[in-house]
């Protein structure tokens, strides 16, 4: 079924093929809930008897196929927000629900279990395991949700072959570069097919071509799967080809302040309707 | 020598620290700060590296412990107790002489003087049915032997000194009172034999031959006398000061009483002793009717018949020049022998036995000689008589006298009993100091003791049988304290020895764990050597880290070494039979404590420093960006300096043979084919290369053992040691470099749905840190080799029970020699009752055994064998009963003497000058037959006499009785004061310990002492088995540290992988899949380690029994698998219980945490 999925997606054209222009926000279904709702989020840290509040009330929606960046200063809460609606950190208050399921009402398996089945998960830092070929290191998704050894390795260098990796499959993370362990992440996040694909940073460990390169990989598949990016950065340029961006300030989201770039995507959108 | 070595080094480098931080306080600080930064990994560090003091300290408080128990028993047994005077065999001597040798002026540091006398009985309560057949009775002076402490009355407490005993009562110390249910005022029969001191005549001979009466016939058909001559035959003889009797004889051999014969002794003082003979006291009248004469038989022309006797005794004898006559009025010619024999004590029983077997078989079976003869006289029953317990003693004090069954009475009482009035063979002298301080003072006064002696003997001008020349002064105490030590000694070095693997182990856990806090400060290491800090300073920084890691963990090693011999001790107690008194007090003594701190500080500093050096060689960008070190490729490869290290290792290899050390000709090798691994990378693939290197080390090092004949002593123990950290180290290389292996493990593990996902993840990581894993691999695979190894070893010395006990199934033994034991049973009206005591038995034999005590007593072609014959030496002899009907085997014998082992038993008896000899007189653990001497080999026992010699004809297999196997008559020749040995051979199917009991109770009187031989013989190998049990737990501190090692590992490895725990989970793994990962990981480890140690534990056992052990006699091949097993399954157990506090942390890791740590 995954793999079905994903073989229509073309596999990567040459980086200068990729549209560097604001993209246009996916179609509102009409009544269709968001895929991610917040409902006063909250996360406070403790520290001793220190509270920093990490997140003050957040409340977002996020749409199935969106490409959304959640942009702020150092601090602000960014990260916290991403793991929140990842189910990775449990908020101190508030809900978040992922295709109408409650998130935090699942107990820590259940949650899991439904975090292998729906999201993937792309981090500044590659997080691949060192030990691992690529192709092992994207099969880790799929074996544990109990796809067949042969099956998970098919589907594993399908998604390669998507993120144009093929040849490099059996290559350790040791050998292959940055940019090229981000597409093996990528792909990792993507072989299983899940709705929501969570970043954190993607391009922070690369230059600015190999950070072109992957917001590009993202953009395409974005387009062709209609799958849910979102992403933390700090790179308006990273967010600039996002659908939109949630800015977020001292753990609130504040509004997006109306730039050219803004105005631009405004008027697109208004054209199109 | 080494402790203030070590500790002087200990010191300098402490201070040496101090100053370098004093020099340096910003690494200094840095390096203190780090130790300080993480309290809970301070603690995991601290934990790891203290094992190595706590084997050391464990061994030497343990060592500590025992010499002290040894030491309290030494000093309990003496008491107060520092010289004692006796002749060997403790012979009886005039008090007075023993008055001479204690004769003022004394040593200051005397304190005082006892005769004493000592001797043995059985003593029974009647009352209580109960009896002990082997007891001491002391017989003491209450006021010579007041220095020598008190009594203590076990009931009152009451302090007594002996002046209230009467003639026939006596003290009973409490362990012969709990045997016999005994109080005060209990009746007790002791059944002795008097004490014989051989008394060796010089003889002085009076032939002649009698001239005829005349007779002729009367006229009534009769015969008259006609002539009667008067004939004096006279000689001379001297008589010395220290005569005890004259004894004179007169044969004739006219078997009719038709001559008057006066014997008579003239003293010098002119008194006259006359033994009148004959019907013919006077002369008859001529005429008077006589006894016809006939002619005499022909025997009694040369038998001396008819002899007469006089005996003067002690208070007669006086010395000068005696004089000897024959008054003769015979009947017709005939021969006649006088012989006179002056009587002095022969304190030489050797000399003694000899003496009598040398005289002429008519004198020796004469009633002349029947109660001289020691062999004699040594045999045959004992006297009876009752004795009134008037207190039970404690067991402390002089009342502990040697932890034996004791009878304390006084001295002038004793002396009646045994026949020895005005004679003691103890004089027994106390220092002053109490019972420690006399040590001080005993060699002093031993010295001047044997000088007085000397003196006496130059004065007196004893001869060399004279109570003089016999006495021999020994500053016991002492002695037995020194033989302490040395016992101590050598079992703290083989606990070192043996503990050695778990020091070697903990080495290696050390570097791993600093291998692994290096590897997680690897970014902030680099971001310190970008900011200047130089390598050098690095060191610095990481060793002022590990010293304080050293400091702590020296000192909780020194407390858990501590804990660790506690309970060695507890154990050592366990294997003490109960009712014996031996107890090893847990001591630690401050200077075993010092130097287990300092050892295992020098050795953790020592590691410490190595592995600070490693963590220093970092590549600064590649630690700043968190980047692995790449794979070297072969044209990289330093390759000359390996290339030269194998070289200078096949050098030493050479040195080592020309210096016979074994350590070096087989390891120096061994670690040249490692050197060799990197020279091989020039040429080969890095993995090909390490397999190659590593595969020709193991087969090198296996065939080594069966090349090379194991060196003795400690050479040889080291290299078995060193060689299997070797192998086990290069099997570790082969395994880490085998992913084919890992990649099998893991395509085996997806077989299973449920592993499938951490699979591949469990089996990729430790050969991603082969180092690391290495490491851990051998450590766990190096415990788990030692401990197969051992019990292999233990498993195949399990003897034969028939072999054993020769097929007997009650041995005894009596300090009486009862040549008829049949007899006896019969005269006590025991036969066919139920208290028969040959009622269940088939068969048996009596022999005879002693038992020499010193130096040297026997040499096996001129060397004395250890462990036996050095201090002490046994002997059995044997007669043609038990020569064609014992079943014990014989191990090696001279085939030309016989074909079976029982043919070689008859032909010792047959053939003068040959002896058959226990296993354990020419065992030699490093041979490799296990024998260090074979049949053929002269053997040579030393007596007082003299020394004799004789050859060795077979080797029996057993190892129960211990000693030389010969001829009855031959060891009655050597030896005066043999015991009774019989060895019972029963019905089938009859129970032996019944049956000894039985044996036991009918032959108490002549002091008999049996025992199940089979029980005996179980219980000799339990023993065995107890203590191999015993050095199989300090063996396993080794898996201790093995299991505690994979704990510390997995927790570090928890820590250090927390990214990656964090993305697992992210993405969907359960805290099950996620710990699961660790666990399947840890087992991988395990099994791996359990295969090369295993396979490697027997294959080196299974080497070293062929190439040494296979001929000893009784040893077996077999592998304990069931012991394996469960060695195994403890280490499994252990090894998940261990892991399981970082399991269930990695489990439960919060990925955003995990994640948020180091994004």
Known sequence: MHAASITHIKPPSVRAAVPRRPAPEPEPSGAEPPLVATDRLRKTYRSGDLETEALRGVDLAIRQGERVAIMGPSGCGKTTLLNCLSGLEDPTSGTVRIQGTDLYALGDRERTRFRARMMGFVFQSFNLLPVLTAAENVELPLLVTGVRSRSAREQALEALRLVGLSERAEHTPAELSGGEQQRVAIARSLVHDPPIVWADEPTGNLDSENSQDIMALIERLNAETQKTFVIVTHDPDIAGRCHRTIRMASGQVVPEPVTPRAKGRARAAEAKR | MIVPVVLTLTIIIGVGLILLGLGDPLTARLGLRNALRHRRQTLTVVIGLMVGTMVVGASLVTGDSLEAGLRDTALSSLDELDVLVRIPGNLPVPSGLMAEVTADPLPDAVEGTSRTFLGGASVEHPVEDLYEPSTAVVGFDPIEDRPFGPFVDATDRSEIYGDELGPREVYVNERLADKLSAEAGDTLTLTYREVFVPLVPELTFLNGTLAAASAAPDPTG???????????YETSFEVSRRTEQVVAALFWPDPFNTTDLDLELVAPDGRSFVED???????????????????????????????TFLDIGTEEVVAGEWTLRVHAKAARDQPFTAVVGVMEPEYDLNKAVRFYESLDEDLRDSPFFEDLDPSEALSGGGKQVNVTVKRVVAMEGKAVFFYSDAVFMRLDAAQSLYGIEGKVNWLKITAEGGRLGGLDHARSIESFLNGRLDEIRMSSGAAPSDPESNLAVDAIKVEWLEGTQEAASVFTQFLTLIGSFAIVAGVMLIINIFSMLAEERKHELGISRAVGLTRGKLVTMFTFEGSLYTFFSAALGVLAGMGLSLLLVFGINRLVPPDSYFRVPFTATTEA????FAIGSLLTFATVLFASWRASRLNVVRAIRGLPEPAVSGREVRWKMPAALAGALLVLALVGILVESQILAVVAPALALFAMGPVL???????????????????????SFVLFDLAPGIDGDLSIAVRGVVLVIAATVLVVHLDAASRGVARLLSLSRHLAPVARVATMYPLHRRVRTGLTLSMYALV?????????????????????TGGYEVMAESEIIEADLVALADTAGLTGTEADPFRDVARFDTLIEHFEFGEERILVDGEAPEGFGGRSAHFYGYERPFAENN????????????STPNEVFERVLEEPGLVIVSYSIVADPEAKDGKRWHSGATLTINTTAGQSDYRIAGIMEQTLFGGVWMDKAEMERLFADNEGFYLFDLEPGADSEAAAKRIERAFRFIGMDAHSAEVEAREFDQQSERVFQLFQAYLAIGLVVGVASIGIVTSRAVLERRREIGMLKAIGWTRRLVATVFLVEVLVMLFAAMVIGVSLGILVAYLIYVAQVAAIPGV???????????????????????TIVPLARAGRMSPAEALRTLE
Request: aromatic content about 12%; proline content about 10%.
């Open chain 2, 222 to 232: 009769g015969y008259v006398y006609q002539h009667a001559p008067q004939d004096v």
């Open chain 2, 277 to 307: 003979e004959g019907s013919m006291a006077a002369a008859p009248a001529p005429g008077l009717p006589v006894t016809p004469p006939l002619p005499p038989p022909e025997e009694a022309k040369t038998d001396r018949m008819n002899p």
């Open chain 2, 593 to 596: 404590l010092a130097l287990a």
């Open chain 2, 681 to 703: 990378m020039r040429w080969l693939p890095r993995k090909a290369a390490w397999l190659m290197a590593s595969g020709a080390v193991i087969a090198f090092t296996l065939l």
């Open chain 2, 784 to 804: 788990i080799l030692v401990i197969v190894m051992f019990s292999v070893f233990f498993g195949i010395f399990t003897p034969d029970l028939t072999r054993q």
């Open chain 2, 887 to 898: 079943g014990f085997g014989l191990d090696e014998w001279d085939r030309s003497l016989g």
């Open chain 2, 1116 to 1138: 077996s091949w077999g592998v304990p698998w069931w012991d394996i097993l469960e060695m195994l399954g403890v280490a499994l157990v252990a090894t998940i219980a261990a």
